[in-house]
């Protein structure tokens, strides 16, 4: 299994990007995928995730501005981020897991400053 992440950058506060992250190796269209982030000096967190079926689910912090979506047929999930804040700042990571075990993407910088 793998995941590529993709997409991260430097933006203003208030600025848009979005994220990619591509998996092989997976039934992707089946399993759930997850984007995380991790902040200097804090603990990893889940942002969004979204299952096969496209359910989705977002952390309290980024609701209303971030939106996780799923291409089956590219084997790939986005994350659209809007009306980005500093505190967005951080390495963002895809995930999921496959027979109880973690499969997580290199993680790609976020950078939210003026």
């Known amino acids: 299994v793998q995941l590529q992440a993709s997409g991260g950058g430097l933006v203003q506060p208030g600025g848009s990007l979005r994220l990619s992250c591509q998996g092989s190796g997976i039934v992707f269209r089946l399993k759930t995928m997850r984007w995380h982030r991790q902040a200097p000096g804090k603990e990893r967190e889940l942002v969004a995730d979204?299952?096969?079926?496209?359910?989705?689910n977002y952390a309290d912090s980024v609701k209303g501005r971030f939106t996780i979506s799923r291409d089956n047929a590219r084997n790939t999930i986005y994350l659209q981020m809007n009306s980005l804040k500093p505190e967005d700042t951080a390495s963002y990571f895809c995930h999921t897991d496959l027979r109880g075990r973690d499969y997580w993407g290199q993680g790609t910088l976020v950078t939210v400053s003026s």
């Open positions: 979204i299952t096969g079926g496209g359910d989705t």
